[in-house]
Each structure stands twice: as structure tokens, then as C-alpha cells.
């Protein structure tokens, strides 16, 4: 049994959606490592192959072309491990198959973030928020170690981020009223953006998805991070961005609580504006569809209106 060569991603991802075309394969690697293989549990979400294997261990394979994830995944988990008070998966088993490289890492315990964020009640949703803030200010306390090697570097990523935005917002199809400003916006970004300050680990999606939770006598609390694939070194502020657009949805009292969770005593104008150009300059960014504030795109009539919008005080 061999894992095939796939010409892109689209290839990957018809592969991918046929598990029985590598599932096979998949637990023939768990074999090897002397793991059982009785109850595997595919995962149809994800931008890898994931398959857990029982309650406690999880194999990811990454094809070829994703490389750079499986790298960045394995370089996270081990500079982080030891370092932060929230568990994140450890590696147990590392290797290669027809190459294709994958991790097998620890199972953690807790309740998705997605299934359970939008059932919760308003307190709860700000102690969560100043949680993550913390979380994000704990990862970035880390010493980068490897980390610092991964390509793109802060300053060469920014500057292609920036070359494409216009077009990429115009693709995607951003109103017209917003486009306009974007010129400016992406001026004023070459000097609101720290390009050569000391980096710090970017997750880059801390968003309801990867994370756990787990529910003690009525209160809901962070349990667990994963999904490490996407990291860069770079400027702090850019890790904001996910629980901003995902999460906060505009609410005063949630900005606070993410923004003093992370250290920010204050929201003055220069912060609103770089974290505004770090949302439009985001390596995921789609405004259209990760804004979750509803009716944001008539309630505001340029950037500047939109920066106060998602980032209200």
C-alpha cells in the first residue's frame, strides 16, 4: 500500500475525501508503531489526513505539498511543551511514508470550542475571551528556539501580504466602499506594523475550532489547543485577529475581556488601525465571511467606520 503522488491541492483534496482510499495505509502506519488500531475514528474536517486512534492519540499525515505544515506543527509542539499552563497535544510517534510525512500526537480531553460557543450566555463568553487573551500572551512569552527559521520570515510574508490585498479583497468580493479605502489603509500599514521588532510565535487561528473547553460547576474554561500548522514568527498583534472576527462579534465588554487578557490596558485609534490592516493583510483573511457581526456590511460605510465597528471603545 502506498500513499500516491497528487498533482495539487485539489487533488489532495478528492484524496482525502475518500477515506477508504487511505485509511488502510493509515492504520498500517499506526501498526508500525505498535499502536491499536481497533477503533480508528476519521476526522472529515482538517486540512490534513487525521485519523484518531481510540480515546487517547491522534495520526496526522500531511501530503507532500503541505509540508510546511507538518514542520511547523512538529516545531510548535515541541518549543511549547513544558511552557504553557493549557495542555496542547504531545508527539509520540513521528515519521515518514512514501513522502508523506505525520505526527502521531496525544488525544486531549475537553468539548469543541465551536459546539459549544454559540450556546453560551454573555458572562461566560467574556471569561473565555480574557482566557484566550491570556493564552495567546503565554505562547508568545516562549522563546522561539526553531521556530524563528520558518519561511516565510515577518517582513518578506507582510510585504507579499500586502502586494496581493487589494486584489485578493477585490476577488473575494468586498464592497466597493471599502476597497476604496484600502490604499490608504495599506500606506498607513507599512508604518503601524512593527516589520523588524523581535518575533514571537503566531499561531495565526485562535478561533472556536481549536480549541477545547471543559465545563466545572456551571463555568466554561479552556481545556485544550491544537492545530499548530499554520505558525509564523512575527508581530504579536496578528494572533488578535482571529477571536476579534470570530468571536468578539463587536461586543464591547468581549473586546475588553480578550484585550486586557492579552495586556492591552487601552484600544486608542493607532491600535484599531493596525489591527484593522493586520485583518485585511491576514494569510486567511475574507472579511465576507469571518466577520461575525451581523449586518456589519451596512452598518458601516468605510474601513474607519468598520476598525470602530468590530473594535468598539
Given at each position: 500500500m502506498?500513499l500516491?503522488?497528487?498533482?495539487?491541492?485539489?487533488?489532495?483534496?478528492?484524496f482525502?475525501?475518500?477515506?477508504?482510499?487511505w485509511?488502510p495505509?493509515?492504520?498500517?502506519?499506526?501498526?508500525?508503531?505498535?499502536?491499536?488500531t481497533?477503533?480508528?475514528?476519521?476526522?472529515a474536517?482538517?486540512t490534513n489526513?487525521?485519523?484518531?486512534?481510540?480515546?487517547?492519540?491522534?495520526?496526522?499525515?500531511?501530503p507532500?505539498l503541505?509540508?510546511?505544515?507538518?514542520?511547523?506543527?512538529?516545531?510548535?509542539?515541541?518549543?511549547?511543551?513544558?511552557?504553557?499552563?493549557l495542555?496542547i497535544?504531545e508527539?509520540?510517534?513521528?515519521?515518514?511514508?512514501?513522502?508523506w510525512?505525520y505526527?502521531?500526537i496525544?488525544r486531549?480531553?475537553?468539548t469543541?470550542?465551536?459546539?459549544?460557543?454559540?450556546?453560551?450566555?454573555?458572562?461566560?463568553k467574556g471569561?473565555?475571551?480574557?482566557?484566550?487573551?491570556?493564552?495567546?500572551?503565554?505562547?508568545q512569552?516562549?522563546?522561539?528556539?526553531?521556530?524563528?527559521?520558518?519561511?516565510?520570515?515577518?517582513?518578506?510574508?507582510m510585504?507579499?501580504?500586502?502586494q496581493?490585498?487589494?486584489?485578493?479583497?477585490?476577488?473575494?468580493?468586498?464592497?466597493?466602499?471599502?476597497?476604496?479605502?484600502?490604499?490608504?489603509?495599506?500606506?498607513?500599514a507599512a508604518k503601524?506594523?512593527?516589520?523588524?521588532?523581535?518575533?514571537?510565535i503566531?499561531v495565526?487561528?485562535?478561533?472556536?475550532?481549536?480549541?477545547?473547553?471543559a465545563?466545572?460547576d456551571?463555568?466554561?474554561?479552556l481545556?485544550g489547543?491544537?492545530?499548530?500548522?499554520?505558525?509564523?514568527?512575527g508581530?504579536?498583534?496578528?494572533?488578535?485577529l482571529?477571536?476579534s472576527?470570530?468571536m468578539?462579534?463587536?461586543?464591547p465588554g468581549?473586546?475588553?475581556?480578550?484585550?486586557?487578557?492579552?495586556?492591552?490596558?487601552?484600544?486608542?485609534y493607532?491600535l484599531?488601525?493596525?489591527?484593522?490592516?493586520?485583518?485585511?493583510?491576514h494569510r486567511a483573511s475574507?472579511?465576507?465571511?469571518?466577520?461575525?457581526?451581523?449586518g456589519?456590511q451596512?452598518?458601516?460605510?468605510d474601513?474607519a467606520e468598520?476598525?470602530d465597528l468590530?473594535?468598539?471603545?
Amino acid at each position: 500500500m502506498k500513499l500516491p503522488h497528487l498533482a495539487d491541492a485539489e487533488a489532495f483534496r478528492a484524496f482525502r475525501s475518500d477515506p477508504p482510499r487511505w485509511l488502510p495505509i493509515a492504520l498500517d502506519i499506526a501498526r508500525s508503531h505498535g499502536l491499536d488500531t481497533s477503533a480508528p475514528h476519521v476526522f472529515a474536517t482538517g486540512t490534513n489526513l487525521v485519523v484518531g486512534l481510540g480515546e487517547k492519540l491522534i495520526l496526522k499525515i500531511f501530503p507532500p505539498l503541505l509540508r510546511a505544515q507538518f514542520v511547523s506543527e512538529r516545531g510548535s509542539l515541541a518549543q511549547l511543551a513544558g511552557r504553557l499552563h493549557l495542555p496542547i497535544p504531545e508527539i509520540v510517534a513521528e515519521g515518514e511514508r512514501d513522502g508523506w510525512p505525520y505526527l502521531v500526537i496525544t488525544r486531549l480531553a475537553g468539548t469543541l470550542g465551536s459546539e459549544v460557543w454559540p450556546l453560551l450566555a454573555e458572562d461566560q463568553k467574556g471569561r473565555l475571551l480574557r482566557q484566550i487573551g491570556e493564552t495567546i500572551a503565554a505562547v508568545q512569552r516562549a522563546p522561539l528556539g526553531p521556530l524563528a527559521e520558518i519561511e516565510p520570515g515577518w517582513d518578506a510574508f507582510m510585504r507579499a501580504q500586502m502586494q496581493g490585498c487589494k486584489a485578493r479583497h477585490t476577488r473575494l468580493g468586498l464592497a466597493p466602499k471599502f476597497l476604496e479605502g484600502l490604499d490608504d489603509l495599506l500606506r498607513d500599514a507599512a508604518k503601524l506594523i512593527p516589520m523588524d521588532a523581535p518575533p514571537v510565535i503566531l499561531v495565526g487561528e485562535y478561533i472556536p475550532q481549536n480549541f477545547l473547553l471543559a465545563c466545572d460547576d456551571d463555568n466554561w474554561s479552556l481545556a485544550g489547543l491544537f492545530d499548530f500548522g499554520d505558525v509564523l514568527a512575527g508581530w504579536r498583534d496578528y494572533d488578535l485577529l482571529g477571536p476579534s472576527a470570530f468571536m468578539a462579534a463587536g461586543r464591547p465588554g468581549r473586546v475588553r475581556s480578550l484585550l486586557e487578557g492579552f495586556g492591552y490596558a487601552t484600544l486608542d485609534y493607532a491600535l484599531k488601525r493596525r489591527l484593522m490592516a493586520l485583518m485585511l493583510l491576514h494569510r486567511a483573511s475574507d472579511l465576507n465571511s469571518h466577520v461575525c457581526i451581523e449586518g456589519w456590511q451596512d452598518r458601516a460605510n468605510d474601513l474607519a467606520e468598520l476598525q470602530d465597528l468590530i473594535w468598539p471603545g
